[in-house]
């Protein structure tokens, strides 16, 4: 296994177009299918490089285990996701960058795809496509239709292909996020006015299952310091698009008063069978 030392800067090199970026935080269980999904892209030279978020010891032997002439591993302490891509981008050298979590699996021909996009339309920073669960049919098509919709959530999954250069301009990811990072991200991209691509195909396979993804169960603090440190950043944007954020929070608060006047008969009935084994 090819190995970079923690902090060592890769100059780019022109034999790789596409870094795809893994960070593995004790996910040896799914690690070797995300990988075999990325070293076997076609049409380009990709590089892989394994982010070793601080794992226990089985993740680690499993890490040691592969052997690929493009698979290289960087080792850190456990820094959260952020501080992981930010490493591994640091230390890439393909010119476009395709993160990709490590219970995930790409499709084939996303690197090339995204690629050609890239390549072709020098204004485009960003291009995403649809996503498919894991053993599941159905698709998800990417739901940005422009800046507008990332205003109030993210619309632009993390698999989904930028340049490095712009990785760079922007500062990368907020580390001090360890939640909504990649919507902090692709809001930074798009403040430098880059146009993003949204294609119909699959770009990845999402393993919704998985108890340590963070959209599994999310931490409302999490939630908050992403939303915070998107609205500071952007705060000029927000404010020429006050009446879209006004629309969004009556129809959020519309919405959260029908549930809670449907589901209130259930709530008291809830309660009421607490109280009465209390009593009991």
Aim: include cysteine.
């Amino acid at each position: 296994m090819n190995r970079i030392p923690d902090g060592t800067a890769a100059a780019h090199d022109r034999s790789v177009d596409v870094s795809i970026i893994m960070p593995c935080y004790n996910r040896g269980d799914t690690l070797l299918e995300a990988v075999e999904s990325a070293v076997t892209q076609r049409g380009v030279a990709v590089e892989v490089l394994i982010v070793d978020d601080g794992s226990g010891r089985r993740t680690r032997a499993v890490i040691d285990s592969i052997s690929h002439e493009r698979v290289r591993v960087l080792r850190q302490a456990n820094a959260g996701p952020s501080a992981a891509r930010n490493a591994g981008i640091r230390n890439a050298r393909g010119r476009y960058i395709l993160p990709l979590d490590a219970d995930d699996t790409l499709s084939p021909g996303v690197a090339k795809l995204g690629a050609d996009v890239l390549d072709a339309q020098p204004k485009v920073g960003i291009v995403a496509g649809a996503t498919r669960i894991m053993g599941k049919t159905e698709l998800i098509p990417c739901a940005f239709d422009g800046i507008e919709t990332m205003l109030p959530r993210n619309t632009i999954l993390n698999t989904a292909m930028f340049r490095r250069a712009d990785w760079e301009a922007v500062g990368g990811y907020p580390e001090s996020l360890r939640m909504g990072e990649d919507w902090a991200f692709w809001m930074r991209v798009l403040s430098l006015g880059r146009e993003v691509v949204v294609r119909p195909e699959v770009f990845f396979d999402y393993r919704r299952s998985s108890p340590q993804q963070a959209t599994h169960s999310p931490n409302p603090l999490r939630v908050a310091d992403a939303q915070n440190l998107v609205l500071r950043e952007h705060s000029e944007l927000y404010r020429e698009n006050f009446h879209l954020v006004v629309e969004q929070l009556t129809t959020t608060r519309a919405a959260l008063a029908g549930y809670r006047q449907a589901y209130r008969p259930i709530d008291r009935a809830k309660a009421a069978i607490k109280t009465l084994l209390r009593l009991s």
